[in-house]
């Protein structure tokens, strides 16, 4: 199962919007509607962002959202902020009944 | 307040073996799948593995499938992980993380992680 596709970097100013987009195939992220996203700080553990595409967890701030068409999703967050600077995964369920994440993206926050 | 609390990681050397160890707390783990997700140092999240509420059904990944083992024993709170036949490319943080709803996603609680490094 190959890695879903995510770009390597992405920045923005505060107060700006960025999105990170999760390529993957008609047997992952094209097919369900499981699809995740996940905050990490360095030295830390993951942290659940978005999941079911688009669901937020309680406490996660609604600057987060997160959309998909096709074979690819997107998370999007509004208002950046300094503390939202840190890696990003997405992760999708596949038909093979395993998860895939993506390779990650750093979020800088000039 | 849920916890998760890895053990069991060190220094093995290639082709051996270790066993971690997941000890869960603060909501009814016989009723959550759990799963293994392991990060090289530098690298990005890999799933590694994931067993059901009940223990019945197992999941890998192609890269550990026939040399490691998940099992559970709800009895205790506690997610294993049989690690054998260790390769270099195994090292990593291996992290337990609880599955919010459904069989293998989305992980809405992770450890703090346990680190294995396979080496001579």
Same mark, same amino acid.
């Given at each position: 199962?190959?890695?879903?596709t995510?770009?390597?970097?992405? *920045?923005? $100013?505060?107060?700006?919007?960025?999105?990170?987009?999760c390529?993957?195939t008609?047997?992952d992220?094209?097919r369900? #509607? +499981?699809v995740?996203?996940?905050?990490?700080?360095?030295?830390?553990?993951?942290?659940?962002?978005?999941?079911?595409?688009?669901?937020?967890?309680?406490?996660?701030s609604?600057?987060? *959202?997160g $959309?998909?068409?096709?074979?690819?999703?997107?998370l999007?967050?509004?208002?950046?902020?300094?503390?939202?600077?840190? #890696? +990003?995964?997405?992760?999708?369920?596949?038909?093979?009944?395993?998860?895939?994440?993506?390779?990650?993206?750093?979020l800088?926050?000039? | 307040?849920?916890?998760l609390?890895?053990?069991?990681?060190?220094l093995?050397?290639?082709?051996?073996?270790l066993?971690?160890?997941?000890?869960?707390?603060?909501f009814?783990?016989?009723?959550?799948?759990?799963?293994?997700?392991?990060?090289?140092?530098?690298?990005g999240l890999?799933?590694?593995?994931?067993?059901?509420?009940?223990?019945?059904?197992?999941y890998y990944?192609?890269?550990?499938?026939g040399?490691?083992?998940?099992?559970?024993?709800?009895?205790?709170?506690?997610?294993?992980?049989?690690?054998?036949?260790?390769?270099?490319?195994?090292?990593?943080?291996?992290?337990?993380?609880?599955?919010?709803?459904?069989?293998i996603?989305?992980y809405d609680?992770?450890g703090?992680?346990?680190?294995?490094?396979?080496?001579?």
């Amino acid at each position: 199962q190959s890695a879903l596709t995510q770009p390597a970097s992405v *920045s923005g $100013s505060p107060g700006q919007s960025i999105t990170i987009s999760c390529t993957g195939t008609s047997s992952d992220v094209g097919r369900y #509607d +499981y699809v995740s996203w996940y905050q990490q700080h360095p030295g830390k553990a993951p942290k659940l962002m978005i999941h079911n595409v688009s669901n937020r967890p309680s406490g996660v701030s609604n600057r987060f *959202s997160g $959309s998909k068409s096709g074979n690819t999703a997107s998370l999007t967050i509004s208002g950046l902020q300094a503390e939202d600077e840190a #890696d +990003y995964y997405c992760g999708s369920f596949t038909s093979s009944y395993t998860l895939v994440f993506g390779g990650g993206t750093k979020l800088t926050v000039l | 307040e849920v916890q998760l609390v890895e053990s069991g990681g060190g220094l093995v050397q290639p082709g051996g073996s270790l066993r971690l160890s997941c000890e869960a707390s603060g909501f009814t783990f016989s009723s959550h799948a759990v799963s293994w997700v392991r990060q090289a140092p530098g690298k990005g999240l890999d799933w590694v593995s994931a067993i059901s509420d009940s223990g019945v059904n197992t999941y890998y990944a192609d890269s550990v499938k026939g040399r490691f083992i998940i099992s559970r024993d709800n009895s205790k709170n506690t997610l294993f992980l049989q690690m054998n036949s260790l390769r270099a490319e195994d090292t990593a943080v291996y992290y337990c993380a609880k599955v919010r709803e459904g069989i293998i996603d989305p992980y809405d609680y992770w450890g703090q992680g346990t680190l294995v490094t396979v080496s001579s």
